[in-house]
């Protein structure tokens, strides 16, 4: 799903989402949006932890894809 910080996180939360692909681009962009909203974590300790991702060059690109492991599913 496109969309912003917001709706990504509404979509992690609810465990809707089965992969994870970022892309990364060789782009400076000053003051950007985060690509997932909400209350930040009070330690890295409670940040959520992906297994190691599948990269693929696209282009001048960067695609990293997560498989999600969904609480009720481990």
Do not use: K
Request: glycine share 10%; charged share 25%.
């Amino acid at each position: 799903v496109e969309g912003g910080g917001r709706v990504h996180r509404s979509l992690l939360d609810l465990r809707l989402a089965d992969t994870l692909e970022l892309f990364l681009a060789g782009v400076i962009v000053p003051g950007g949006r985060p690509w997932v909203a909400g209350p930040a974590v009070a330690s890295l300790a409670e940040a959520t932890r992906l297994s190691a991702p599948q990269v693929e060059l696209v282009g001048d690109d960067v695609l990293v894809r997560w498989e999600l492991a969904h609480r009720c599913d481990e």
